[in-house]
């Protein structure tokens, strides 16, 4: 009860409500800095790209292989620290934890480089074994019940079970943020592309253009399409850089485009009318999504109706009734 007279109170709800629009307030400027904070980030990384592709371009044109010398001034983007290295080399996981597609992943969710490997690859060792820990600890001193202790010992190793899967789910959910941000923005990088293609700019050219452009729409598809640009500049096969880029982004349609400008290349067909192309199917894609949602809205408003709506509906249409028939003078009350 005195949590209810404690609600019931002017100035606790006054005193809740400013802290609230304080809190939203701090959390509206303070996002605004960390999304500057995270393009100055993306810029960086595609910097540090750009130097990294150049040095390995001019140590391949050297006769070295395509090996990169170290102490050259050339800084790997996704640096990790020196115990993560050393676990995950003793331990061999690559071994144990990495597969074909395990790069491709990595760079479908926005991390590149050897540093963000081995990350990925100590998280997938270390997250199991820290949740166990703290799962038994909780289970068998700060809460051991009155279940017996291996009980309490299968109910940790099941947490640590479970959450052997959460470095794969997080990887997974930049996955899906990222290729949203990219899918949405598409195709007006499209158009925009077709436009700089058509005034008479080369694909390098309108690649770059269209990454300044689009920025502010989507991050994560002007840095794709300034590492795009920079692989169009370093690269002997123009072929591979598109195929990078769509290997990267993961998407259908960023595929088929990319599909298409290969072929363009190669048979010497027009790109132009290509992009056109595939700008209209991009639009059409997606009014089509856009159609998609709006049909699916009204099964998705049945439940909410079903279970906010309708019962107040019925407490607005019956209470008259209800207080004339039980309240002083009524049937029942008389």
Same mark, same amino acid.
């Given at each position: 009860m005195?949590?209810?007279?404690?609600?019931?109170?002017?100035?606790?709800?006054?005193?809740?409500?400013?802290?609230i629009?304080?809190?939203?307030?701090?959390?509206?400027?303070?996002?605004?800095?960390?999304?500057?904070?995270?393009?100055?980030?993306r810029?960086?990384?595609?910097?540090?790209?750009?130097?990294?592709?150049?040095?390995?371009?001019?140590a391949?044109?050297?006769g070295?292989?395509?090996?990169?010398?170290?102490?050259?001034?050339i800084?790997?983007?996704?640096?990790?620290?020196?115990?993560?290295?050393?676990?995950?080399?003793?331990?061999?996981?690559?071994?144990?934890?990495?597969?074909?597609a395990t790069?491709?992943?990595?760079?479908?969710a926005g991390?590149?480089?050897?540093?963000?490997?081995?990350?990925?690859?100590?998280m997938?060792?270390?997250t199991?074994?820290?949740i166990?820990?703290?799962?038994a600890?909780?289970?068998?001193?700060l809460?051991?019940?009155?279940?017996?202790?291996?009980?309490? +010992?299968?109910?940790?190793?099941g947490?640590g #079970?479970?959450g052997? /899967? =959460? !470095? %794969?789910?997080?990887?997974?959910?930049?996955?899906?943020?990222?290729?949203?941000?990219?899918?949405?923005?598409w195709?007006?990088?499209?158009?925009?592309?077709?436009?700089?293609?058509?005034?008479?700019?080369?694909?390098?050219?309108?690649?770059?253009?269209?990454?300044?452009e689009?920025?502010?729409?989507?991050?994560?598809?002007?840095?794709e399409?300034a590492?795009?640009?920079?692989e169009l500049?370093f690269?002997e096969?123009?072929?591979?850089?598109?195929?990078?880029?769509?290997?990267?982004?993961?998407?259908?349609?960023?595929?088929s485009?990319?599909?298409?400008?290969?072929?363009?290349d190669?048979?010497g067909?027009?790109?132009?009318?290509a992009?056109?192309?595939?700008?209209?199917e991009?639009?059409?894609?997606?009014?089509?999504?856009?159609?998609?949602?709006?049909a699916? +809205?009204?099964?998705?408003?049945?439940?909410? #109706?079903?279970?906010? /709506? =309708? !019962? %107040?509906?019925?407490?607005v249409?019956?209470?008259?009734?209800?207080?004339?028939?039980f309240?002083?003078?009524?049937?029942?009350?008389?």
């Amino acid at each position: 009860m005195m949590i209810f007279d404690l609600l019931a109170q002017r100035d606790f709800m006054i005193a809740v409500l400013a802290a609230i629009s304080m809190a939203a307030v701090v959390f509206t400027f303070g996002s605004s800095f960390i999304v500057k904070s995270e393009m100055k980030d993306r810029i960086k990384r595609v910097a540090l790209e750009r130097e990294k592709m150049r040095a390995e371009e001019m140590a391949r044109l050297r006769g070295n292989g395509g090996a990169i010398v170290e102490g050259r001034g050339i800084r790997r983007s996704g640096e990790t620290k020196t115990y993560m290295k050393s676990v995950v080399e003793r331990l061999d996981l690559k071994k144990a934890f990495q597969d074909d597609a395990t790069l491709d992943k990595l760079a479908m969710a926005g991390f590149r480089g050897q540093g963000h490997l081995t990350t990925f690859l100590f998280m997938r060792l270390s997250t199991p074994i820290a949740i166990f820990l703290v799962a038994a600890v909780y289970l068998l001193v700060l809460a051991p019940a009155e279940r017996p202790l291996y009980l309490n +010992l299968a109910y940790a190793v099941g947490a640590g #079970l479970v959450g052997s /899967f =959460l !470095p %794969v789910v997080m990887l997974k959910n930049s996955t899906d943020k990222r290729q949203f941000s990219i899918r949405r923005a598409w195709p007006d990088c499209l158009d925009l592309m077709l436009l700089c293609v058509e005034s008479g700019m080369s694909m390098e050219h309108a690649f770059k253009r269209v990454g300044r452009e689009i920025g502010q729409q989507s991050p994560e598809l002007a840095e794709e399409l300034a590492l795009t640009t920079a692989e169009l500049a370093f690269l002997e096969d123009r072929g591979r850089a598109y195929e990078n880029l769509g290997r990267r982004t993961g998407l259908d349609g960023v595929k088929s485009v990319m599909t298409a400008l290969i072929q363009a290349d190669r048979y010497g067909t027009s790109v132009g009318q290509a992009l056109r192309v595939m700008a209209e199917e991009g639009r059409e894609q997606r009014m089509m999504d856009a159609e998609k949602k709006a049909a699916a +809205l009204p099964p998705k408003l049945t439940v909410p #109706l079903i279970l906010f /709506f =309708l !019962p %107040v509906l019925f407490i607005v249409i019956i209470s008259p009734a209800m207080i004339k028939v039980f309240g002083p003078g009524g049937v029942a009350g008389g």
